[in-house]
C-alpha cells in the first residue's frame, strides 16, 4: 500500500468529472487501499478518488470513531434524499484547514457497486449521509468550498494561491 499525493483548491483537476468505473480488477482494490491508507493517514472520513488525481466514480469513507468501518462505494449514485436538511460543518483533505457550515439532506439512499462489482444500497442519516454527499461532490467537480458565499471562496483561494506561491501550508 502507498500513501497519494492529495490534491490542494484551488487544483483545476479538482474540477474534472469522473468517469465511471468499468473494470473490477487487482488495480481498482489496490487503488481503493492506497486512498484509505492515504485517508486514514490524513485523518479524514472521507477521500473521493478525484482527490488523489484519478477520475474514476470510487470513494472511500470510514466514519467511525474507533477507525475500523472503511466503506468503498464504486459508481455511487443518490437515488433517494429527504425533504429534510440540515447544516453540518465540513471540512476537506483537499482544503485543509477550512471548515464552514454547509447544507444537505439529513437522509438520503444510495445505490453503489462494492470491489466484486456487486449492486448494494444503503440508507445513511447525519454524518453518513453529509460524507457521502460532499465526496459525490468531487466526483462532478465540485469542491464543498463552492457552497460558501463569494465572498468566503474568494479568500480562501487567495489564501491557498498565496501559501502555493510561498511554498508554504495555508
Known sequence: MALLPILCYPDARLHTVAKPVSAFDH?????????LETMYDSNGIGLAATQVDVHLR???????EERHDPWVLINP??????????????????????FD???????IRVSYLDLKGERH????????????QHEMDHLIGRVFVE????????????????????????
Open 77 to 98: 449514485e443518490i437515488t433517494e434524499k429527504s425533504d429534510e436538511m440540515l447544516i453540518a460543518e465540513e471540512g476537506c483533505l483537499s482544503v485543509p484547514g477550512i
Open 27 to 35: 488495480d481498482l482494490e489496490v487503488l481503493a487501499k492506497d486512498m
Open 147 to 170: 457552497y460558501l458565499s463569494p465572498l468566503k471562496r474568494s479568500r480562501i483561494k487567495n489564501k491557498f494561491l498565496k501559501a502555493q506561491r510561498h511554498n508554504t501550508t495555508p
Open 121 to 132: 444500497s444503503l440508507h445513511a442519516t447525519e454524518l453518513i449521509a453529509v460524507c457521502i
Open 58 to 64: 470510487l470513494i472511500v469513507m470510514d466514519t467511525s
Open 101 to 107: 457550515g454547509v447544507e444537505r439532506a439529513k437522509e
